[in-house]
């Protein structure tokens, strides 16, 4: 986990010592002084004893706290629950998840596909049109920011995805990202989550749509990587909100480490003030970086976030992260106090049954025992989870509930 930052260690010191000077004991109050006269009874209205006064308190800084996922990625076999028993139930998937986003503040996930609806055909990959329940689920699990621009936005056409915005519209207890009905929808959209006083804004863009091109009337459709509009666009809400959030949809698949577009992108966001970026993409873990700014803020990136859910091959793509941040007001702006990345496990068995997503903190060697990917001679176990981890998130790496535990 990366610690508090000096100047918020202040901030703290400061409050404890204003409360702790609130809390000093009053003199005692002196006895009223006793008549001269012996005789004189003593008046029957003085108190004999203090009515207790209230507690006084220090006011609680203003803070909030965000998780983010990376990417729920139904594969066929990932599906196949509904297709065996016609279910469509997929809140199990999410069980071990649900604690952890219900318990933040705000929760956001990448879904990677579209959710355009039965009438177009529910379809994997390469061309994806995942079931509207996996939305439901999502909600259901406590996610409450949902990104919708991938590279598989515009797998199955125009029309899917503007069955993607009505579906999300119809649930204003959740904000989506990225995709647009029109181009004066995405002029007057702002999202901005207000949270114990903090407003938190959101944009996000994806790198591509898999050699796709956005029709030329509606170029708006699907918010892509392209610095000249982000620009306007980060510039326009920066002002509007105390902290900004930038998801990004980037970076080479399987890659461990960023490349050099991402960093770029980093700086890019950075110089135009983004508190945080959330990535994913990648399929796996990559690193997170403190970028110092100008104006004498961080921003924190989460390169990538790797996978939520999926059924790849790679015994390195079941691992995922779910990232945790808190920050908190203070004089100068809002300050993270506490972030880091949560390794998660996507756990299937044989027969694609039994997916289940766990913080890596409960996963065991006996439920390892049993995923697919075990059964089909490969090497998953805890340790191997946790020296992939450790190797590729280092300091940031959390292993414990960080809405259950003290900070270590
Ligand atoms: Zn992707």
Same mark, same amino acid.
């Given at each position: 986990?990366?610690q508090?930052r000096?100047?918020?260690?202040?901030?703290?010191l400061?409050?404890?010592?204003?409360?702790?000077?609130?809390?000093?004991?009053?003199p005692?109050?002196?006895?009223?002084p006793?008549?001269d006269?012996a005789?004189?009874?003593a008046?029957?209205?003085?108190?004999?004893?203090?009515?207790?006064?209230?507690?006084?308190?220090a006011?609680?800084p203003?803070?909030?706290?965000?998780?983010?996922?990376?990417d729920?990625?139904?594969?066929?076999?990932?599906?196949k629950?509904?297709l065996?028993?016609?279910?469509?139930?997929?809140?199990? &998937?999410?069980?071990?998840?649900q604690?952890l986003?219900k318990?933040?503040d705000?929760?956001?996930?990448?879904?990677?596909?579209?959710l355009?609806?039965?009438?177009?055909?529910?379809?994997a990959?390469?061309?994806?049109?995942?079931?509207q329940?996996?939305?439901v689920?999502l909600?259901g699990a406590?996610f409450?920011?949902?990104?919708?621009?991938?590279?598989h936005?515009l797998d199955r056409?125009?029309?899917?995805?503007?069955?993607?915005?009505?579906?999300?519209?119809?649930r204003?207890e959740v904000?989506?990202l990225? +995709?647009?009905?029109?181009?004066?929808t995405?002029?007057?959209k702002?999202?901005?989550?207000?949270?114990n006083?903090i407003?938190?804004?959101?944009?996000?863009?994806?790198?591509?749509?898999?050699?796709? +091109?956005?029709?030329?009337d509606?170029p708006?459709?699907?918010?892509?990587?392209?610095t000249?509009?982000?620009?306007?666009e +980060?510039?326009?809400?920066?002002?509007?909100?105390?902290?900004?959030?930038?998801?990004?949809?980037?970076g080479?698949?399987?890659?461990?480490?960023?490349?050099?577009?991402?960093?770029?992108?980093?700086?890019?966001l950075?110089?135009?003030?983004?508190d945080?970026v959330?990535?994913?993409?990648?399929h796996?873990?990559?690193?997170v970086?403190v970028?110092?700014?100008?104006?004498?803020?961080?921003t924190?990136c989460?390169?990538?976030?790797?996978n939520?859910?999926?059924?790849?091959?790679?015994?390195?793509?079941?691992?995922?992260?779910?990232?945790?941040?808190?920050?908190?007001?203070?004089?100068?702006?809002?300050?993270?106090?506490?972030?880091?990345?949560?390794?998660?496990?996507?756990?299937f068995?044989?027969?694609?049954v039994n997916?289940?997503? &766990?913080?890596? &903190?409960?996963?065991?060697?006996?439920l390892?025992?049993?995923h697919?990917?075990?059964?089909?001679?490969?090497?998953?176990?805890?340790?191997?989870?946790?020296?992939?981890a450790?190797?590729?998130?280092?300091?940031?790496?959390?292993?414990?509930?960080? &809405?259950?535990?003290?900070?270590?």
């Amino acid at each position: 986990m990366i610690q508090i930052r000096p100047d918020l260690m202040a901030l703290l010191l400061f409050i404890s010592v204003v409360f702790s000077a609130c809390l000093k004991p009053q003199p005692a109050t002196e006895p009223a002084p006793v008549s001269d006269t012996a005789t004189a009874p003593a008046p029957d209205t003085a108190p004999t004893t203090l009515a207790p006064e209230p507690l006084p308190t220090a006011p609680l800084p203003d803070d909030f706290t965000i998780i983010a996922v990376g990417d729920n990625l139904y594969h066929e076999t990932v599906m196949k629950l509904f297709l065996n028993d016609n279910s469509f139930d997929f809140a199990p &998937y999410y069980q071990f998840i649900q604690p952890l986003a219900k318990a933040a503040d705000i929760a956001f996930v990448n879904q990677e596909t579209i959710l355009g609806g039965k009438e177009f055909g529910f379809s994997a990959y390469p061309s994806f049109n995942t079931p509207q329940e996996v939305g439901v689920a999502l909600i259901g699990a406590g996610f409450n920011v949902i990104n919708q621009a991938t590279n598989h936005t515009l797998d199955r056409g125009v029309k899917p995805v503007l069955a993607t915005i009505d579906f999300w519209d119809k649930r204003p207890e959740v904000d989506y990202l990225g +995709i647009f009905p029109s181009q004066e929808t995405r002029d007057a959209k702002q999202v901005i989550v207000e949270r114990n006083n903090i407003k938190v804004g959101f944009l996000s863009y994806a790198y591509g749509l898999n050699g796709l +091109i956005l029709p030329a009337d509606r170029p708006y459709l699907i918010s892509l990587i392209d610095t000249e509009v982000m620009a306007k666009e +980060i510039d326009a809400l920066r002002p509007l909100c105390d902290y900004l959030v930038v998801s990004m949809h980037w970076g080479v698949e399987y890659e461990f480490q960023q490349n050099k577009r991402q960093e770029t992108l980093a700086r890019f966001l950075a110089d135009h003030n983004v508190d945080l970026v959330i990535g994913h993409h990648p399929h796996v873990l990559q690193p997170v970086e403190v970028l110092p700014r100008a104006d004498g803020g961080l921003t924190y990136c989460f390169y990538s976030l790797g996978n939520f859910i999926s059924s790849q091959m790679p015994n390195t793509t079941m691992l995922g992260g779910m990232m945790y941040l808190k920050a908190q007001r203070a004089d100068n702006g809002i300050h993270v106090v506490e972030s880091g990345v949560i390794p998660l496990v996507t756990h299937f068995e044989a027969g694609s049954v039994n997916f289940r997503i &766990y913080p890596l &903190y409960e996963y065991t060697n006996e439920l390892a025992a049993k995923h697919l990917r075990n059964t089909e001679g490969n090497e998953i176990s805890t340790a191997f989870f946790k020296s992939l981890a450790a190797r590729v998130l280092g300091d940031a790496l959390i292993d414990h509930n960080p &809405y259950k535990e003290a900070t270590p």
